[in-house]
């Protein structure tokens, strides 16, 4: 499927014709996708993101003092192609953006993993930048005093330890804490399309998982924010005043090319279809292809057997990352840029990398794998030899239970 951004029926026009009317219409408590008129859902259309729906949601940004949570991926894309920055787009329809809040990775998509990232002013806008993945990771409420409402627009990619699921969950917690509304721009979710891995267990929460869902739970962000709103999963218990615009034309078997990349080492449609899979290296010493062009598409290391491995190669710095595992090591392990489009987590190599390491004790790390994992079991279950199809079926009533829940929130079929 070619890149679905064809923006024939732009909805432009009648957003003028709102700001002609003088429409004022206003957030209510708990706004409900429904209000909305239901978009259409074919499976022969382009997919409009939410961002471009600026009909849905424009009216309710006008006379607002507004916050945005924002990278490099919120965009409006143009139907002669192309696309524009959200923050640029709702400036240049008088909408009144006072600062903006970054994710992990940074406004402009370009801080290493895990790296801090500092507030700052952008240089194009001179809006203020408030950076989410360093001192703060939940918005404090004297930076939000002066909103009126919260827009968030991330793509996310599906999977439990991807992080800006978990910036959202606190960003609707502050925003419930504070009793400002938060709008979420609804994006296609690329590995929407299945559900699986073992689930999070609770003692396990952290950062890379904060509530109870497998390791992909094939929703979009916005199903995802319905759900942390209606199982009252916010701290507390609370409820966010959450408006979610859906997206027209999406199914969750629709495929979806992302013409941004999400983070640094999310580089083409392989790696992120991979990620769920291949992720889970993270949790090891075994390099993902970071320090290489082809991140989450092999894997290796210099201490993996190289009379078992015929595939090497040696991971520099690069873009988005600085300091990758097995730096200037000659690296023993498998390429699998050409594997089949993945409709399931596979365990099949970090098991064959797990066996295939003469030094057991080097795998590992400290509670590193337990994060990703969100349990314990999976490393207990790789070493002691359990086999993959052995594994996955201690997921399954995980899986089906979850199922159940989700299925309350889904916006498409």
Not at 13 to 24: D, E, K, P, R
Not at 65 to 91: C, M, P, R, W
Request: with cysteine; proline share 6%.
């Amino acid at each position: 499927m070619s890149i679905l951004y064809s923006f024939k029926n732009t909805v432009f026009i009648w957003v003028l014709m709102f700001i002609s009317c003088g429409n004022q219409a206003k957030l209510s408590k708990n706004l409900e996708v429904s209000q909305f008129p239901e978009p259409e859902i074919t499976t022969n259309k382009p997919i409009i993101v939410a961002a471009n729906r600026t009909d849905a949601y424009l009216p309710l940004l006008k006379g607002k003092k507004i916050g945005i949570v924002a990278n490099q991926t919120s965009v409006v894309f143009k139907k002669e192609g192309g696309y524009t920055h959200l923050v640029d787009s709702l400036l240049s329809l008088q909408v009144d953006i006072k600062k903006v809040f970054a994710p992990e990775h940074g406004f402009r998509g370009k801080a290493d993993a895990g790296e801090a990232v500092k507030d700052d002013v952008d240089t194009k806008t001179g809006l203020p930048l408030l950076s989410l993945h360093g001192k703060n990771r939940k918005p404090p409420a004297a930076l939000l005093k002066d909103l009126d409402i919260i827009v968030f627009d991330i793509q996310d990619v599906g999977v439990r330890f991807y992080t800006y699921i978990a910036t959202l969950q606190l960003v609707m917690e502050a925003c419930a804490e504070n009793n400002i509304p938060i709008l979420v721009l609804d994006r296609p979710n690329p590995n929407g399309h299945y559900v699986d891995g073992p689930g999070m267990e609770a003692e396990h929460t952290s950062f890379l998982g904060m509530t109870q869902i497998p390791l992909v739970y094939g929703m979009t962000i916005g199903e995802y924010a319905k759900m942390l709103n209606g199982e009252e999963w916010l701290e507390d218990k609370n409820k966010a005043d959450l408006t979610v615009i859906p997206l027209e034309n999406y199914t969750h078997n629709s495929a979806y090319h992302l013409p941004i990349r999400p983070s640094p080492n999310l580089p083409n449609d392989k790696s992120i279809n991979l990620y769920p899979s291949l992720g889970l290296f993270e949790g090891t010493n075994i390099n993902a292809g970071r320090g290489t062009e082809f991140q989450f598409q092999r894997y290796g290391a210099s201490f993996l057997d190289s009379t078992y491995y015929k595939f090497s190669y040696t991971p520099q710095p690069n873009f988005g990352s600085k300091y990758p595992k097995e730096e200037g090591k000659l690296s023993f392990g498998n390429d699998i840029s050409d594997a089949a489009k993945m409709s399931e987590v596979s365990l099949k190599w970090v098991i064959d990398a797990y066996t295939n390491c003469p030094k057991k004790d080097l795998f590992f790390l400290t509670n590193g794998f337990t994060k990703h994992a969100g349990t314990k079991k999976l490393q207990q279950q790789i070493e002691a030899g359990l086999s993959e199809s052995e594994i996955k079926k201690t997921w399954q009533q995980d899986l089906m239970d979850f199922k159940k829940i989700r299925e309350k929130y889904l916006s498409y079929p």
